[in-house]
Nanobody, 123 residues
Framework: QVRVVESGGGLVQAGDSLRLSCTAS????????MAWYRQAPENQRTFVAA???????LHEESVKGRFTISKDNAKNTGYLQMNALKPEDTAVYYC?????????????????WGQGTQVTVSS
């Protein structure tokens, strides 16, 4: 059975950094693309960043230059390094893997999801 678990969230102040981790178990995702999405209160879940199996990455405009997605295939783990955090980054952050090596922006294309980790940024 596949299991995906996020960790690393927390309460921080504006300008601080956090690194989220996303670890999968039950099968290898070394040939899979991975993505991070987030959902703020009263909002829909939105795209943050994605990385292909080969390492090509894409970041949503509002996090470019502040957030960096990465993936360690040997550890079956993905990461989201978040720097210069802002209060508007407050959300539940979800990671997801898909049964394809290339990035897709549509969350419906990702089959395996974690339960989410809360990130709260105070001003």
């Amino acid at each position: 059975q596949v299991r995906v678990v996020e960790s690393g969230g927390g309460l921080v102040q504006a300008g601080d950094s956090l690194r989220l981790s996303c670890t999968a178990s039950g099968r290898s995702f070394s040939n899979s693309a991975m993505a991070w999405y987030r959902q703020a209160p009263e909002n829909q879940r939105t795209f943050v960043a994605a990385i292909s199996a080969s390492g090509f990455s894409l970041h949503e405009e509002s996090v470019k230059g502040r957030f960096t997605i990465s993936k360690d295939n040997a550890k079956n783990t993905g990461y989201l390094q978040m720097n210069a955090l802002k209060p508007e980054d407050t959300a539940v952050y979800y990671c997801a893997f898909r049964d394809h090596s290339e990035i897709n922006l549509f969350q419906e294309r990702y089959e395996y999801w974690g339960q989410g980790t809360q990130v709260t940024v105070s001003s």
